[in-house]
Nanobody, 130 residues
Framework: QVQLVESGGGLVQAGGSLNLTCAAS????????MGWFRQAPGAGKERQPV??????????YHADSVVGRFTISRDNRKNTVYLQMNSLKPEDTAVYHC?????????????????????WGRGIQVTVSS
């Protein structure tokens, strides 16, 4: 049974930092790319891609809106993926979800599209005050 559990969210002032953690279980983590998505207030069910990372961790991708501020990484020994968020802005306020695809990744790449992912964590709130 696949489980993805996010932690590390909270309330922070603009310019501050948070480090989100996603603990994965129930699948061979090191064989899958992983992603982070977010749902902003008022956006309904739409989940915007934030970052994704290849199975090895050697190929990260970041959305244009977070480049230079957020960094995705993973530790395959701990079955964990991270999202380090620096220089946070009020517009980063959202529920953040980590996600995993349903099939092993053939190759060292990742996808940023939400429809490439099958499994989702419950999400964690990040609120940035101005």
């Amino acid at each position: 049974q696949v489980q993805l559990v996010e932690s590390g969210g909270g309330l922070v002032q603009a310019g501050g930092s948070l480090n989100l953690t996603c603990a994965a279980s129930g699948f061979s983590f090191s064989n899958y790319f992983m992603g982070w998505f977010r749902q902003a207030p008022g956006a309904g069910k739409e989940r915007q891609p934030v970052a994704a990372i290849s199975p090895s961790g050697g190929v990260p991708y970041h959305a244009d809106s977070v480049v230079g501020r957020f960094t995705i990484s993973r530790d395959n020994r701990k079955n964990t993926v991270y999202l380090q968020m620096n220089s946070l802005k009020p517009e980063d306020t959202a529920v953040y979800h980590c996600a995993a695809p349903s099939q092993r990744t053939r190759g060292d790449y990742a996808l940023m599209k939400s429809n490439a992912y099958e499994y989702w964590g419950r999400g964690i709130q990040v609120t940035v005050s101005s």
